[in-house]
């Protein structure tokens, strides 16, 4: 635990050195000589840093008395002050000692310096001042987005530096990027106002975090590492000497964190503290960045799809529970895991760089020590993974150690490719099979199959209504539950003093979901005896204000329908649904039947009408690989990380929640099955979901700056009593279909696959044409739209493409057109050369396609 804390220590003092920089650009001054500090630390920033720090520490855990190892405290000789936390922090621009050294080191690797470059970029104090071309000063500057730097088939990207980060705390709406006209001021004074407001929310925010957390560093540092996140994602890291500003200070600064925390530990274990050590560290040479002192050890969890949607269940009761359920328990087992290597390698949770969709990255030391942690966890998550899913699901690991020099952005491109090919290689080892792993487990079914699985064994009897159950199932039932009415989640070492935590040990951990209201102050001793590890707050972000509420965040998607106030509760729109329903009236989450129904209309006559079914939605990024391989010019560890977490956040974080509140909540009633990282998996009302595709499409053009960074979208419709495996095999072969599409950036439905662009005109001008001739003749006739129908099936066979596949009376299409508009009945026939020119037009140019907004005006009239 000594270690941990030590290494929470490093990792604190590294993640602020540029506080400076958040503080200096609010136009506040510091509290001392700021020339004097200039002098001290090189820097201006850097002197701010030392300056503020004071007023963090009154919010942090003890750095000045006690046990503050490595650094120096006021217990220290007064040789050694120096060495104190502040002075490790603010002194990366100028350092003297082995600790000042390992952080500045950190910063440059962090930044993909080569050395004559940060030489030219730290020889001036007084350049932070200059303008740049392209830039304005580091007041009215705000953070471009990576996105619009991304070069597509070695193509040079078009319209650079157009947009930027409106300079706000993390919430949903934060994350788009806005024209740069809009979002940079035109003043030092209403720049430093905008730094200012954030500024005093930061420390607002560093106050709710509970006090009896701040005796336990790595909890503690978990909740700051949010806090800082919230307030610092939009802020430039860089503003000077030309230095385009595209990494935010958050991403910077957790690299930094990560990096020299590990730099520390190896110089640690490897007792490289002395002279020699630290003369290595102040060559301008730099004759030890080759050495690889760093172990980059990747996660992933593979069966992820499988485990999800398990099918041969002997009941449907609690299936959307369960769906729920599973999904959010992958995401806790990938938590769970990297957590428990954190806790082996004894690193902070800010040595965590990546943590998205079942994948993390954890920035280790390269030592004998944590090669034997990774093997020992590797052994824990395959045990765990065999015992409790028989193999479903696994946990890759991959670890390849990296130099300093790896980290340059000449040769960082490499190490990109070596850890995918270490992490593919994790991927076909699963289980150590061909090693000493048990390959046939001998299991007993005393009770039978478990009645919501179906393959797994149960290990308690079936009880009244309830069947034979195993204690996997049981957790995801009781997640499916806790995710309506609770909104933290306790990770313990033990749960004892608890009724109901989850049944299962995760990793070797137990989990526990609160209220919020039963959080605050209860568990004190708890966190000051350890025993407390992580509080992590999960409830649904503000669309304004901050997503921090003194607790770690973690980005999982939660937005599960409910019935409100706004809902006809149970009303005949359900009809017979209602009884089939598995709904439970005191938490009353809406099942996917009901969901079904919420496309119906209610009509004059009193009739619902309207389709009962679903839609389901599976989705990625194109060539995400490519992107992050070869799609920026100059990548760093920092960039690399920061367009990491920007991807997932579009999906993460804004997608639940435009689920429950975008468009006034017009999409309220989608199940976010999973989202995150680069793909998501939807299941939603019919024809609300389809649109809700249509708004996703066009807001990731939006979050990207561009259009031609794109996703592809398999979409199946269905009943919903269609088990959610085959809705998942469906909607994967639908998404395969769509990456056929020349170029992707596609969308696959009923069998037509078409680009975004002629999406959008089909399911938007050409339905609406569509549907306001419908509305002008009352209505046509279910036959009439079913004879759309045939005659998009002729005018696709009847491209001029299609030579060997044609048929003559496929050219007829347009005549038997004329002649069903002229043949409409008599109080109808005005619309007739309207419609045929309409319909004539949009099967010319759409062929086949066209059966996309016809199919949606069909389904609308079943009664």
């Known amino acids: 635990m000594t270690l941990l804390q030590s290494s929470c220590r490093v990792a604190f003092a590294a993640l602020l050195h540029d506080l400076g920089k958040f503080h200096e650009r609010t136009g506040q001054p510091v509290s001392g000589n700021l020339d004097a500090l200039t002098t001290l630390y090189n820097y201006s920033h850097a002197a701010h840093t030392a300056d503020q720090w004071d007023v963090i520490e009154q919010l942090a855990p003890d750095v000045l008395r006690g046990d503050v190892s490595p650094f120096s405290g006021r217990a220290s000789a007064a040789a050694d002050i120096t060495d104190s936390m502040a002075n ?125 957390h701040r005796k336990n560093w790595p909890l503690w540092l978990d909740h700051f590492d949010s806090a800082w996140l919230t307030f610092t994602q939009a802020i ?139 093997e020992i966890c590797r052994q824990q998550f395959n045990q765990w993974c065999l015992e409790h899913t028989y193999g479903e699901i696994s946990v890759g690991l991959a670890a390849t150690p990296a130099s300093c020099n790896d980290l340059i952005s000449k040769q960082f491109k490499t190490l990109t490719q070596r850890l995918f090919t270490e992490l593919d290689i994790a991927k076909h080892r699963r289980f150590n099979l061909c090693g000493d792993t048990v390959s046939v487990r001998e299991t007993r079914f005393s009770h039978g199959p478990c009645g919501y699985h179906g393959r797994y064994p149960a290990d308690r009897a079936a009880e009244g209504e309830m ?46 979901f609160v209220d919020e209201a039963d959080i605050s102050g209860h568990y004190s001793k708890l966190a000051e005896q350890g025993e407390l590890v992580r509080t992590w707050d999960f409830d649904q972000p503000e669309a304004n204000g901050h997503c921090f509420h003194g607790y770690a965040r973690r980005f999982v998607n939660s937005h599960v329908p409910m019935f409100d106030g706004s809902d006809q509760f149970l009303s005949e729109k359900y009809g017979r649904w209602e009884e089939e329903a598995d709904f439970d009236r005191k938490y009353p989450i809406k099942t996917l039947h009901h969901i079904a129904c919420e496309n119906r209309r209610l009509k004059e006559n009193g009739k619902w009408t309207g389709e009962i079914a679903l839609v389901t939605l599976k989705g990625d990024i194109d060539n995400l690989g490519t992107l992050f391989q070869s799609g920026l010019e100059e990548p760093t560890f920092a960039r690399w990380a920061s367009l990491s ?13 435009f689920c429950a ?82 170029g992707k950036n596609a969308v696959n439905l009923w069998g037509s696959t078409v680009g975004w662009c002629e999406w959008h005109e089909l399911m ?53 057109l004329a002649y069903r508009c002229a043949r409409l ?17 949009a099967l010319k140019q759409h062929r086949g396609a066209y059966r996309l907004p016809v199919s949606v005006l069909l389904y609308r009239q079943r009664q």
Not at 267 to 274: D, L, Q
Not at 294 to 316: H, K, R, S, W
Not at 470 to 495: F, P
Not at 767 to 781: K, M, T, V, Y
Request: net charge positive; proline share 6%.
């Open 236 to 374: 430039p890291s860089a503003t000077n000497r030309g230095v385009v500003p595209d990494v935010s200070l958050y991403d910077h600064s957790k690299a930094v964190a990560a990096l020299a925390t590990a730099l520390w530990r190896w110089h640690e274990a490897t007792s490289n503290t002395g002279a020699d050590a630290l003369a290595k560290l102040k060559d301008p040479e730099r004759p030890d960045w080759n050495e690889p002192k760093l172990l980059l050890v990747q996660g992933d969890f593979f069966g992820i799809q499988q485990f999800i949607f398990a099918e041969g269940a002997q009941t449907q009761k609690h299936a959307h529970k369960l769906l729920r359920g599973r999904s959010f328990q992958v995401a806790l087992l990938a938590e769970m895991a990297a957590l428990r290597l954190l806790n082996a390698l004894q690193l902070p949770s800010t040595s965590q760089i990546i943590n998205a969709a079942g994948k993390f990255l954890i920035v280790a030391p390269n030592t004998p020590d944590a090669q034997k942690a990774i």
């Open 764 to 816: 938007g001008n050409r339905r609406n044409a569509l549907e306001r001739l419908i509305d002008e003749a009352n209505g046509l006739s279910t036959g009439f739209i079913y004879n759309l129908l045939r005659l998009a099936d002729q005018a696709e066979r009847d491209r001029p493409e299609n030579n060997n596949h044609r048929r003559p009376e496929d050219a007829l299409w347009r005549s038997r």
């Open 88 to 212: 490790a922090a603010a002194a990366h621009h100028k350092p003297d000692t082995l600790l000042q050294w390992i952080i500045a080191t950190a910063d440059r690797a962090a930044s993909g310096f080569e050395r004559n470059k940060f030489d030219e970029y730290n020889k001036d104090p007084d350049a932070e001042k200059e303008l740049t071309p392209t830039h304005k000063n580091r007041f009215q500057a705000r953070m471009v987005t990576l996105f619009e730097q991304i070069k597509l088939n070695n193509q040079p990207p078009k319209n650079k530096f157009e947009h930027v980060y409106p300079l706000q705390a993390l919430n949903p709406q934060a994350v788009f990027p806005a024209a740069r006209s809009v979002a940079e001021p035109d003043s030092d004074q209403a720049a430093k106002a905008e730094y200012a407001s954030l500024w005093q929310q930061f420390l607002q925010a560093l106050a709710t975090i509970p006090k009896s």
């Open 825 to 841: 009945p008599k109080q109808q026939q005005s619309i007739g050369p309207a419609l045929a020119a309409e319909c004539g037009a």
């Open 645 to 657: 977490r920007q991807v997932n956040a579009f999906f993460a974080l804004w997608l639940p929640w």
């Open 661 to 742: 509140h975008g468009e006034n909540e017009r999409f309220r009633n989608t199940y976010t099955v999973f989202a995150g990282g680069d793909d998501f998996f939807l299941i939603g009302p019919w024809e609300s979901t389809l649109e809700l595709a249509s708004a996703m499409r066009r807001e990731f053009a939006r979050y990207v700056a561009r259009d031609d960074i794109s996703f592809s979208l398999g979409a199946v419709m269905t009943q919903p009593k269609v088990p959610a495996r085959h809705l998942a095999t469906a909607a994967e072969a639908g998404l395969a279909a769509a990456k056929q599409h020349p």
């Open 467 to 512: 069947p034979a159950s195993c204690a996997l199932s049981r957790d995801q039932i009781a997640i499916g539950e806790a995710l309506t009415r609770k909104a933290r989640l306790l990770v313990l070492n033990t749960a004892d003093c608890f009724k109901k935590p989850l049944d299962l040990d995760y990793f070797g951990y137990r989990l526990v």
